[in-house]
Each structure stands twice: as C-alpha cells, then as structure tokens.
T-cell receptor
Framework: NAGVTQTPKFRVLKTGQSMTLLCAQDMNHEYMYWYRQDPGMGLRLIHY???????AKGEVPDGYNVSRLKKQNFLLGLESAAPSQTSVYFC????????????FGSGTRLTVV | GDSVTQMEGPVTLSEEAFLTINCTYT??????LFWYVQYPGEGLQLLLK?????DKGSNKGFEATYRKETTSFHLEKGSVQVSDSAVYFC????????????FGTGTRLKVLA
C-alpha cells in the first residue's frame, strides 16, 4: 500500500551520536512535515517543507536539521543526539488544499541514552 | 495565535456507552477542522473532517459538527466498542495561507468489555 514510509522504526543512540531519519511518500504531495510526540504534549512541529528544495522551522527546531532534495523524500537529521530528543517522531505529508488531511507515517521510536 | 483545546483524558467507558470528546478552537478566518485517531503503536489516521460552519463530518460511526458560534468540534459516537480504544486528536487548518495544522494534545479513550 502507498503512503508515507518512515525508516527506521526503532533506534537507540548514545548521547552525541548522529543519525538521519528518512521519510518517503509516493502520493506526489508538495507538503511534508516532521513532528515529535511526547507524553502529555501532543504533537509538536519540528520542521516542514512546502516543496522540493524548501524547508522551514516549526515550533521546536533546535538540535535538528532537514533536507528535501527530492519531492518524495524528507530527511530529519540529529547531529549530536541528546537525551531530551528521546521521542516518537512522525512524518506527514499533505496535498495542495489546506482542507486536505495529513497522511502520517507509522513513526520512529528514538531513545537517546 | 491559533489553538486547539481538548478535554483531558483518559476517558474510560464501558462497551456500548455514548462517547463525547470535547474540542474547542481559536482561529481567525474560517478554519477546516479534523479529528485524527492513533491506535497503539501506530501513526495518526484521519478520522473525519469538516471544512465550513455547520458541516458534519462522519466516519465509522463517529460524528462531529463544526459549530462556529461556539467554536467547537466535539467528537461523538453513539455506541463505543473495545476496538475504539485509542488516542483522539482534534486539529485545525486555517486557510488560506497556512501550511501547518494545529493539533490538540490528544484524549486517550479506553473502552472496557
């Protein structure tokens, strides 16, 4: 089935290590988003992209970088992981109209020790 | 700025009970409103939406009516099942001009057999 695919699904990092989370969508969506989900805090937007080659900061961008070199892929990087970045990360994409719903990936559970 | 407020959970109900999860919003203009559901270990899925005042969104026995006069979009279901146990998120998208959705903090529903 098509949709939004996130890799990896689980990861454990040591403090200071780096990693990249990959999000891929096959719906030709322009807009893509990275959220983190923490208990009691709902979803918080990290970065987003309104098209190939564009990125923008969301509510909680510090400690993360992103790239959108191809329309179908949106990468989230952690350059130097910290325990505060332990979270579940969700990627989402959306079609052109604001009243379209998001399509979410199944998430990446990241633990930083 | 725009915001979404959901009732605190968890909500615990017996099977076949009536469900209401309250959601109110603050936004300028005429936002689109959404309910998403997240089952354990999964990403969020669009449950229903409404794009203008007095619209009723419905899906899988769930309903919500866009009430502009009370700025509300309460989720209801007449008879819940154990399989409805999940976290429910209310969200808005203000159009035109915004690419980002605003999510509530989520309400956990637990249905007991």
């Amino acid at each position: 089935n098509a949709g939004v695919t996130q890799t990896p699904k689980f990861r454990v990092l040591k403090t200071g290590q780096s990693m990249t989370l990959l999000c891929a969508q096959d719906m030709n969506h322009e807009y893509m988003y990275w959220y983190r989900q923490d208990p009691g805090m709902g979803l918080r937007l990290i970065h987003y992209s309104v098209g190939e080659g564009t990125t923008a900061k969301g509510e909680v961008p510090d400690g993360y970088n992103v790239s959108r070199l191809k329309k179908q892929n949106f990468l989230l990087g952690l350059e130097s992981a910290a325990p505060s970045q332990t979270s579940v990360y969700f990627c989402a994409s959306r079609g052109d109209a604001a009243n379209y719903g998001y399509t979410f990936g199944s998430g990446t559970r990241l633990t930083v020790v | 700025g725009d915001s979404v407020t959901q009732m605190e959970g968890p909500v615990t109900l017996s099977e076949e009970a009536f469900l209401t999860i309250n959601c109110t919003y603050t936004a300028t203009g005429y936002p689109s409103l959404f309910w998403y559901v997240q089952y354990p270990g999964e990403g969020l899925q669009l449950l229903l939406k409404a794009t203008k005042a007095d619209d009723k969104g419905s899906n899988k026995g769930f309903e919500a009516t866009y009430r502009k006069e009370t700025t509300s979009f309460h989720l209801e279901k007449g008879s819940v099942q154990v399989s409805d146990s999940a976290v429910y998120f209310c969200a808005l998208s203000r159009s035109p001009g915004t690419y980002k959705y605003i999510f509530g903090t989520g309400t956990r529903l637990k249905v007991l057999a």
